[in-house]
Every structure is written in C-alpha cells, then in structure tokens.
C-alpha cells in the first residue's frame, strides 16, 4: 500500500472514530485507539481542515481535544465539497474516469481532457494506465485510438463499473432527490421516473424494498435508461427469458416495467434487459406483512446454519430454524446468496464505520464469509456483504448477551471498593457484579469465582491472575468510565 494511501486510510479512520463519539476527544485517546502517533493525529486533523473552506470539519478546543461538526459533516455526507484549487492526481482521474464510462461507448479528446484538467497530455497519458488498474476489476479496457480515450469491455461489466465507480451512484438518497438538480451525472426527471417506477414495483408486489436494495435497484434503472440510448438491443428469445426467471410474480413486474421504460423513452429494449431487472429484484429482500414462515432454500438453511457456529452463537445450543433469529439472518442470506449467483454488488454507505465500530466482530465474519465461499463454491463475498452481516451478529450478541461476571477490588477489599461498586452497578447494565474482594483474594480467584470474567480494581496489579482487568481511580472519573466502556465492548464483541 503507497504511503498515499495509507494517509488516505488514516484520514478516513479519523473521522470515522470521530463520528461514533459524542463529546471531545483527546489527540492521545486517538492516538491509541487507532494506532498513530499523537504527532501524525495533530498533522491530519490540520490537513482534513484545511480541505473545508468555510467551516472545519473537525472542530478542536484546548485541554478537551477534538470533536467532529456534526453539521459540516451531514452537509457534505452526499454531495463532495468544491475547493478553490488545482484537483489532486487522484481527484482528475476520478473524474476522467467518471466521463468515460458516463460517455462509452463515445470516445473523449485528449485534448479535450488536457484542456478542462489544465494538464499535459503526458499527464493524461500517466492518468490513463491509473485508470486501467481501476477498470482491472471490471474485466474492461482503456483503449487510445485516434487521439481519444475511450472505455471497452462487455455492457454488464461496464453497467456494474458505472453504479460502482460514478460518486452519484455511490450516495444517492433516493428519498431527497432535489438535490440531484445540479449533479452533472444525473437527469432529474429521469431520476424522478426511475423512482415513480421503484414505488409502483413495491405496491404491485405488495412488497417495501428497504436500503440498499432500493438503492441498488433504482441505480439499476437509472442506468438501464441511460444505456439504451447509446447501445443497439442485443436478441433474446422468450425461451431464454423463461428459463432465467422462475417467480411468476417478479417476472410479470418486470416485464411491466421496461415496457414502461420503452414507452417512456420511445425506444425498442432488449428482452434480456427484463432478465437483467428480475434478477436484481429477487437479489433483493422483500419486507412484507405476511406472518407466515419463509421456505428457504437447503443452501440458505446450511449457509445460515454454518455462520450461526462459526460466529459462536451456538455454544448454548442449536439455533432453530424457527426461531426470530435464524429466519432474520436467512431473509439476509437467501438473496445474498442470488446476489453471488447474478454478480450483482451492493455498496455499504457504512462500511467504514462498521469496520471501526465493530472491528472484532467484522473480521470474524470476513473470516467465516471466506470459509463459507470457499466450502460452497461461491465467489468471494465481498466487504461491503461482511459489513452488513456484522450488523446482525453485533445484534444477535446484544439479544443473547449474559452480563459480564466482575469482581472489584481493592488493598482492604472495603470501603473505596464498595463505592466502588454502586457507581459501576449505576452506571453499566453489562456488568455484574458478584463481589469485593480484596488483592489477598486473588490467589483463590479461580476456586471461590470460576465464573469470574473481569477484575475492577483501584490498584496495580502487577501480577497475571489469567483474567481481564481495568484500573480505575477510587472516585471513578469520566475517563475510568470511558476505559471500562472500551473493555466491555471488547469483551462483547471480540469473543
């Protein structure tokens, strides 16, 4: 990883620690919760500002640290902030990037590109193999050819790089499209159609599509209406149609909507294209209001069932396929796992806060998920996939989650340690406190508290009674509350 973008990384960790906290922030506490020096926390945070004309992102008060501005933050959530200064090598080839697959399969003058970037060709040329390593992913090429750029490659490849890779598609709020009015990238009456469309697909199919698979299935559209203007129909038999899509109900509603679609943009539109739309619609979890027990597949059941060990949720028993829990997953598993069939990906606005929030949890699921392909046959599944499975195991955790067995202590075991103990059992639902004890009691810890998980102590203990510990002052300060928060999100979510 270049050293830019390890910066990169570090800027985004930042603000992602930031966004979880609610009061100040010492540059120290995030020095050690992310793992940088106090001296590379001071340097970032100046750079971060120095990129918000008007406000600072970062808000920074002497002897309290530093606080994200909550509004600044939300303001620039989905539309990027404009500087007054030269774009970053980074930041052109982006939006060269952008243009190209925007354009495809029209080509782009060099000169054209050297022109609005104020750039050489040279430069264009050097942004031009940057961009090949992006499209790497997407099975597509950037070709030269008479002095112009240009994007090859298959239509669904290229579809695929473009929900992907264009910002609009990456944040679109479907619910405040206003804001689309001035995006280069996005015509607001045919995102205005493409969402009438999503809300006719939900009452048709008695169904509500939640984020964000309505995200995924309204870029779809928006796409499929752009395209059709600048590509020739490719033939499709009804033979195959029929025997791509099996649900009656969802091929009808597909059907219906690209007939509206060549309706409304005159235009003839491939069969396969009703394909296309079916399979990114059942690829997608359907919220309904019928009561009754989905019937899911022996894969979904088997894949559900294996995350459910893997991830230690069964060490009190099996989880029965019955149960709230297990069809909650399974609803998520089933077109998770269409999803991989159709290669069909979903973008996680979150991802980042879930891997800083839920780190242990997080790379435990990435790691079954590789198990889970690698025994099924199926593709990798990818980050942003991980990301939301990790949203229900931080949940299942909570729902099954025992208080953690604690035990204060303290040099006479009396006294500081049972005011001690009140502020804890005031202050922390997860933790149980089963004693005071004192340090002379620890060496029969595991004879007379077996079930003992955490020790709480207002002195050094210098020696490994094999057990977690957390030091805390007497008079239990905002800090020694905060560092027993951090110890209890550990224990929770890291087992």
């Known amino acids: 990883m270049g050293i830019k973008m390890i910066k990169e990384k570090n800027i985004e960790k930042i603000i992602s620690c930031l966004a979880n906290k609610n009061s100040f922030v010492t540059a120290k506490k995030l020095s050690d919760e992310l793992g940088l020096s106090q001296k590379t926390v001071y340097r970032l945070i100046k750079e971060i500002n120095q990129d918000y004309v008007k406000e600072s992102l970062i808000l920074s008060e002497k002897g309290k640290g ?6 600044v933050y939300l303001k620039h959530q989905h539309r990027s902030h404009l500087l007054d200064e030269e774009l970053s090598p ?4 982006k939006q060269i990037l952008e243009r190209l697959l925007l354009s495809s399969p029209q080509s782009q003058l060099i000169y054209d590109l050297c022109q609005d970037y104020f750039v050489s060709e040279h ?3 050097k942004d031009k193999t940057e961009i090949q390593k992006i499209l790497k992913n997407y099975h597509l090429s950037i070709i030269s050819k008479n002095r112009a750029l240009y994007i090859d490659g298959k239509e669904f490849d290229l579809r695929r790089a473009i929900a992907d890779l264009v910002t609009t598609f990456k944040t679109i709020d479907i619910d405040h499209l206003s804001y689309l009015k001035d995006d280069y990238a996005i015509n607001y009456q045919v995102a205005l159609f493409v969402s009438k469309q999503l809300k006719i697909i939900e009452n048709n ?25 600048k590509v020739k129909p490719e033939s499709y038999s009804e033979k195959d149609l029929l025997r ?8 009808a509603e597909s059907r219906r909507v690209i007939a509206d679609i060549e309706k409304y943009s005159n235009r003839k539109v491939s ?27 022996k894969r979904v059941v088997e894949v559900t069932h294996y995350y459910f060990k893997h991830m230690g949720m069964t060490e009190q028993g099996e989880i029965k396929e019955d149960s709230l829990l297990f069809i909650d997953l399974a609803n998520h598993i089933a077109p998770m796992l269409r999803r991989l069939d159709n290669k069909i ?86 933790l149980k406190v089963e004693n005071v004890i004192s340090y002379d009691d620890l060496y029969q810890l595991k004879d007379n508290y077996p079930e003992a998980e955490l020790l709480i102590t207002s002195i050094a203990i210098e020696e490994d009674f094999g057990i977690d510990s957390v030091l805390v002052s007497a008079i239990m300060t905002e800090d020694d509350k905060h560092r027993i928060n951090q110890q209890v999100e550990r224990m929770k979510y890291g087992r």
């Open 66 to 71: 530093f606080r994200l501005n909550g509004d």
């Open 90 to 93: 980074k930041e052109r080839q």
């Open 123 to 125: 430069v264009i040329q």
């Open 205 to 229: 199919l008695e169904v509500t599509i939640p984020y964000p698979y309505n995200v995924n299935i309204f870029s779809h559209l928006y796409i499929l209406l752009d395209r059709i203007q």
């Open 244 to 251: 791509h899509c099996s649900n009656q109900a969802v091929l």
């Open 271 to 297: 069969r396969k294209e009703i394909v296309y739309l079916y399979q990114y619609l059942i690829s997608s979890r359907f919220q309904t209001q019928n009561d009754s027990k989905p019937d899911f597949s």
């Open 345 to 430: 990906r979903i973008k996680n606005k979150m991802l980042g806060q879930i891997q800083t929030s839920y780190a242990a949890v997080f790379n435990q699921v990435a790691k079954v998920s590789d198990a889970v392909s690698q025994k099924y046959g199926f593709p990798k599944i990818n980050p942003d996939e991980v990301g939301f499975i990790t949203l229900y195991f931080v949940r299942f955790k909570e729902i099954q989650y025992e208080p953690i067995s604690t035990l204060i202590v303290c040099t006479s075991g009396i006294g500081t340690s049972e005011l001690l103990r009140s502020k804890i059992e005031r202050t922390f639902s997860d």
